[in-house]
């Protein structure tokens, strides 16, 4: 497959990153094709503007230029696959104003449906798994990613999956333990070699 890879988090050192990278290296070893869209480093804009607030009385809709160059670059690609941080409980603004401006009406949907055969939100969160569960989280989360914006714009192949307590202990004060980071980085890797499966 030709996968487009969103990545958003504002540090390039950050475990959302080594984990994107794993990810890409898997993809490429299972035979992949992808291609790294870093949303901070881009200079993408996430602010909805007049220009690309969709005219809803026009069948056919004029984007930015920005936004057009991104649903091009969304059009070479037959799968997605986006990795981010859990921030309160969903995803950051930045990849937020990313599916707002770009998975637009009148290309994502309204009459229309993206052309992708799979989408894969790799999150990783701080909390642990008990807490989305006790919080009731776990299945928003999927209903919200999964349905919502997936299977809404036409793509029926979609997963969530979930990296927990990615962030260690700010109540104790420890940091990430380094055996648990490195299973979190062989599971990227994983479900990048067995995407396409």
Known sequence: MNVLTVVCHPRTTSLTFAVARQFVDGLTAGGNQTEVLDLHRSGFDPVLREVDEP?????????????????????????????????WWGMPAMLKGYIDRVWNFGWAYGGHSLPHRRVVWLALAGSGREAFIEWG?????????????????????????????????????????????????????????????
């Not at 969304?74 to 990795?83: G, T």
């Not at 299977?151 to 990296?163: F, K, N, Q």
């Not at 333990?177 to 980085?185: G, Q, S, T, Y």
């Open 137 to 197: 989280f776990d299945r928003e989360m999927v209903h919200y990613f999964d349905v919502c914006l997936a299977r809404y714009c036409g793509i029926a192949d979609s997963r969530v999956e979930v990296l927990y307590e990615t962030t260690g202990d700010a109540k104790l004060g420890t940091a990430l333990d380094p055996v648990r980071a490195e299973a979190m980085l062989r599971r990227a890797y994983d479900l990048g070699l067995r995407f396409a499966d």
């Open 55 to 87: 005219n809803w009385s026009e069948e056919a809709q004029t984007f930015s230029k920005e936004v057009e160059d991104e649903i091009e670059r969304m059009r070479r690609h037959d799968a997605l696959a986006f990795v981010f941080p859990v921030w």
